[in-house]
């Protein structure tokens, strides 16, 4: 697809519909830069035509976060009829623009709030509150095949369940390589009956941490479980979609297992990452050194894949269609913006189909349906609907990262490139430095759109991810992945080795780009948690960018980036505890991160590790351990009891400023040093203690919502 083939749509074109619909025709609105000359540079400098489109998605945002902060559980049919009198008010006034615009986002608002709620009546289940076991039954929702040979499958739970699973809808199963047969896999649509363990949904690991408890929720899996014996399998009712999911699913173990046996370990990784969105087989260490180089968005199937393939199938069929061979009345254009659907569609199925390449796939659909109505394809309204669309599937994907940074970028490049189609250029460049140019724009608004996002979620930031990018995307755009497409084309005749081998080669130079950019970033790469209302500050910053015109629309986004350089920094804590692992991290007089002891190398430890930027390798020891318990003395004076036994606690009562249960001890303290109890961690998540300068001791736990429906009611 070249830039002739896609229209950008000028800002001062007004849709009519939209108009018709926020003021009657022939009638001035009563607020315009005419008739009040003292707000003229406020809204000369504002797009009136297309705010109201492009505000909707971020005020449905807005509804879903003060969803999550309320103290109660709305009621979403309260909030539907509150939605349903604003934009009944806002149609009612006719001629005062302002008032009309704020009922109109108010009723959004409310919208977003009633959305959640509803989502959480229809969607919801309860948690699994304790560690249990039991036989179930069920039908097999989904599976996956890991690296290991293990499948992974969520299981819509039948009749036979442990009474721990009462009302539980759905569990996420690891199912053993060695429980069943590699000649009968469990497939999506199979009834199943297994005894299996079950451990409930974790509690996010550090307060602002990633949530799984919240979109287990949602997304109605309400436990965690593994197999302990073999599975029982008998064919189920077959439906037309779990056919199709079936046959998805055969061809990606296909394509796998090819690459596999035809590339090395770790391109056969990637290969499978690029492909079919699995990069469960990429090592740990090589993940994280594509991630500090800027070249995580390769790995993840986004856009840019798709518009790879897709645009790839849009020019080779309009080539194709113009040979002499095809008369020339022949609808080339229209046929290859229909084939190019197909091609996105087919690839969602086999990539996995997660919400970044959903999104990706109806924005593409989007444009070529454009296409083919001889409309414009890439506009901000498009955007912005497509954002509507995934905000009203899936509401609680507006919380993780792959949402965020996803419409990040693509809305920062679109409102980019739609300014930059209205400037005058008096030059004529060659077609080199264009493509080049491009490249190197795309890149660079791409990572300024997403870096606070990606520091906010992963603590990591690229300083050379323009440059690492100007010369891997090219590799993956016009070699790696064409090359792996066209090996896919070539499996069912047997002849995809050659080209495997080819696109190994340019994924070990894509290694070799990530491992040198890693290393020259050297401790640049690591960013101190930020603040909570950085998120809140992007985003407005985000809309301030979309709705401004001319290069007022830069003003936001600099201030903002500004402010998160001066202030974004939040304060770090003294001491992390975990209620379930008995895992401590204490901050030392030099500023580093000690453990109590090493229990192991658990989730919880690595995600701290990650968050703080330490090394779990060359991480000290910090107290004075003995059986009953241990004890440190914190740069600032105080002295902490981290208790296994009870006999530390009735020791050492009064004895130390803070004493940490990391059992239950159920031992009172009450003669002067502070009890955090481990009942209290274990219910309300991981605990961060902030020492003040007064001697002042906070606490933050990483549950503060105890009381709503997505957490474990013990």
Same mark, same amino acid.
């Given at each position: ?11 001062? /074109? ?21 008739? @009040? ?195 029982v399998l008998s064919d189920g009712q ?78 080779? *069929? ?38 970044? /390449? ?20 890439? /506009? ?10 995934? *905000? ?62 990606a520091a906010v979620h992963f603590s ?24 792996? *497409? ?37 401790? +640049? ?10 998120l809140p500050l992007c985003g407005v ?5 979309? *709705? ?29 505890? $975990? ?91 009450? /003669? ?29 736990? $990483?549950?503060?919502?105890? @009381?709503?429906? +997505?957490?474990?009611? @013990?």
């Open positions: 697809m070249s830039l002739k083939d896609i229209d950008f749509e000028p800002y001062s /074109t007004r849709n009519a519909a939209i108009d018709k619909l926020f003021w009657r025709q022939g009638k001035q609105p009563r607020f315009s830069s005419d008739n @009040h000359p003292v707000a003229r540079p406020l809204v000369d400098g504002v797009d009136f035509a297309r705010r109201r489109i492009v505000l909707l998605p971020f005020a449905l945002i807005l509804g879903i976060c003060i969803y999550t902060q309320l103290s109660v559980e709305p009621p979403y049919w309260l909030y539907g009829l509150l939605c349903l009198a604003l934009f009944g008010g806002a149609v009612l006034t006719r001629r005062n623009i302002v008032l009309r615009n704020c009922l109109f986002l108010a009723g959004a608002v409310a919208f977003g709030i009633a959305l959640m709620a509803a989502s959480a009546v229809m969607r919801g289940t309860p948690l699994l509150a304790y560690p249990s076991a039991g036989v179930i039954n069920g039908e097999i929702r989904q599976v996956e095949l890991r690296p290991d040979g293990n499948l992974r499958a969520v299981v819509d739970l039948g009749s036979m369940r442990p009474g721990a699973l009462d009302d539980v809808r759905f569990v996420r199963l690891t199912i053993a390589q060695k429980h069943f047969e590699p000649a009968r896999q469990p497939a999506i649509g199979d009834q199943l009956e297994v005894r299996a363990r079950f451990i409930p949904v974790p509690k996010p690991v550090y307060p602002g941490g990633y949530d799984p408890q919240f979109h287990g929720f949602f997304d109605g899996i309400g436990a965690y479980g593994s197999t302990l014996d073999p599975v077959q439906t037309a979609w779990s056919l199709v999911q079936n046959f998805i699913f055969d061809v990606r173990q296909g394509v796998a297992q090819r690459f596999s046996s035809g590339m090395k370990p770790q391109d056969a990784a990637i290969a499978r990452a690029l492909i079919i969105g699995d990069q469960s087989a990429i090592e740990p260490e090589l993940r994280d050194e594509i991630a500090v180089s800027g070249l995580a968005h390769l790995l993840a199937i986004s856009g840019l894949h798709l518009s790879l393939v897709a645009g790839g199938a849009f020019l080779g *069929i309009r080539f194709v269609l113009a040979l002499p061979l095809f008369p020339p009345q022949m609808p080339a254009k229209s046929i290859a913006a229909v084939a190019a659907m197909g091609a996105a569609a087919f690839y969602l199925g086999i990539s996995g189909a997660n919400i970044a /390449t959903q999104r990706a796939t109806i924005m593409l659909i989007v444009a070529f349906v454009a296409v083919l109505t001889g409309r414009r394809a890439i /506009t901000l309204r498009n955007v912005a609907l497509v954002c509507i669309a995934m *905000i009203l599937l899936y509401p609680n994907e507006v919380f993780k990262p792959g949402f965020q940074l996803s419409f990040a970028a693509v809305g920062a490049l679109v409102g980019v490139y739609e300014w930059s189609k209205g400037q005058a250029h008096s030059r004529k460049w060659p077609k080199w430095a264009q493509f080049l140019g491009g490249l190197s724009l795309t890149s660079l608004v791409a990572g300024i759109a997403t870096a606070p996002i990591q930031f690229a300083p050379f991810g323009l440059f690492a990018n100007l010369i891997a995307v090219p590799l993956v755009g016009f070699f790696i992945l064409p090359a792996l *497409i066209f090996a896919c084309v070539l499996m069912p005749f047997g002849l995809e080795l050659p080209v495997l081998a080819l696109a190994g080669l340019g994924i070990d130079y894509v290694i070799i780009i990530a491992r040198f950019f890693t290393n020259l970033g050297g401790d +640049w790469t690591y960013v101190a948690p930020l603040a909570g209302w950085v910053a985000l809309m301030m960018f979309l *709705i401004a015109k001319s290069a007022w629309r830069f003003v936001p986004p600099l201030v903002a980036g500004m402010v998160i350089s001066l202030f974004g920094t939040a304060a770090t804590p003294d001491i992390l505890v $975990s209620g379930q692992t008995r895992s401590a991290f204490v901050k030392t007089d030099k500023g580093q991160w000690a453990q109590i002891d090493r229990i192991g190398n658990n989730f919880t430890t690595r995600v701290w590790a990650e968050w703080l930027g330490v090394d779990l390798a060359q991480q000290e020891l910090a107290g004075n351990c003995d059986e009953q318990g241990c004890v440190v003395h914190m740069p600032e004076g105080q002295t902490v009891l981290f208790a296994r036994q009870r006999a530390a606690v009735i020791e050492d009562c009064g004895l130390v400023d803070l004493i940490i249960e990391q059992d239950y001890l159920y031992q009172k303290c009450s /003669t002067g040093s502070h009890l955090v109890r481990n009942w209290d961690v274990r219910r309300l998540g991981n605990a961060a203690l902030y020492f003040g300068d007064d001697g002042h001791i906070q606490i933050k736990h $990483s549950v503060t919502d105890a @009381h709503r429906p +997505w957490r474990v009611k @013990h």
